[in-house]
C-alpha cells in the first residue's frame, strides 16, 4: 500500500484513477489545482507521499513547475506525468524537469496502475549488495550514500539518473541498446525509448565536461549507449 497523490483538473479522470489507485490497495489524496498542490509539497508533506501522479496542464501552476520545484527539495520522490496524446514536446519536457514516467490521454486506468506499481517496486526494492566506491575520472560514484561527485563537487542527481549512471558505470567498456537500459534500469518490459535517451542527455549535461561531445557516455550508432574509461 502507498500514499499517492494525484494532481489532475478534470475531475472524472481524477475520480476514475483515484477509484483504480484504490481497488489496487492505495491511500489517494486528490488535488485539482497546481498551485494548491505546489503548496502542499512546500510545506514538506511531500514527504507523506510515496508517490505523484502529475497532470501536465492544470490551474495555477502547471505540471511542469510542480516538478521543477519538486524536483529542489524531494529528488528520489517518483513522478508519473499524465500528457495529451501525440504532444511529444510536452512528454519530452517533463521527463527534462525529473519525471519518472509519463502516461498519455486517453489512456487505461488498468495501465496506469500498472505503471504506478511498477515506478513504486523500483523505488522501494530490496537494496542489492552494494558496490564499493568507483572512480572514474574526476567522478566518484558512492552507492552507499547515492553520492556523485565531480572534481570533489557533489552533482544534484535524481534517483533515476543516479541509478541509469550508476548502472553504466558499474558495466563499462559494454553497449547496451535502449531497451536493455529500461529492463535493468527502468525495471520496464514497455514503454517509449525516448525516455531513456532523455534521462541519457541530462545525465551528460550533469557529468561531461562538453555534453555536445561526451567523452564517458558514448553514443554507440544503431545500438544505444557504452560507457567509456576516460
Not at 501525440?86 to 514516467?101: F, K, P, S
Amino acid at each position: 500500500m502507498a500514499n499517492v497523490l494525484v494532481v489532475e483538473d478534470d475531475a472524472t479522470v481524477a475520480e476514475v484513477v483515484q477509484s483504480y489507485l484504490e481497488r489496487a490497495g492505495h491511500r489517494v489524496r486528490a488535488e485539482r489545482d497546481g498551485s494548491a498542490a505546489a503548496e502542499l509539497l512546500g510545506l514538506d508533506e511531500s514527504a507523506a507521499f510515496d508517490l505523484i501522479v502529475l497532470d501536465l496542464m492544470l490551474p495555477g501552476l502547471d505540471g511542469i513547475e510542480i516538478c521543477r520545484r519538486l524536483r529542489q527539495v524531494q529528488p528520489d520522490l517518483p513522478v508519473i506525468m499524465l500528457t495529451a496524446l501525440g504532444q511529444e514536446d510536452d512528454r519530452i519536457a517533463g521527463l527534462e524537469v525529473g519525471a519518472d514516467d509519463y502516461v498519455t490521454k486517453p489512456f487505461s486506468p488498468r495501465e496506469l496502475v500498472l505503471r504506478v506499481e511498477s515506478v513504486l517496486r523500483r523505488a522501494v526494492a530490496a537494496p542489492a549488495p552494494v558496490p564499493a566506491v568507483i572512480e572514474l575520472g574526476p567522478l566518484i560514484l558512492d552507492p552507499a550514500a547515492r553520492r556523485v561527485t565531480k572534481h570533489g563537487r557533489e552533482l544534484a542527481l535524481t534517483a533515476r539518473e543516479f541509478d541509469l549512471l550508476s548502472f553504466l558505470i558499474s558495466h563499462r567498456g559494454t553497449a547496451y541498446t535502449r531497451t536493455q537500459l529500461m529492463s535493468a534500469v527502468w525495471g520496464w518490459t514497455f514503454g517509449d525509448q525516448s525516455t531513456v535517451t532523455v534521462h541519457v542527455r541530462r545525465v551528460r549535461e550533469k557529468i561531461e565536461d562538453d555534453p555536445k561531445e561526451p567523452r564517458l557516455i558514448q553514443t554507440v550508432w544503431g545500438v544505444g549507449y557504452r560507457m567509456e574509461t576516460p
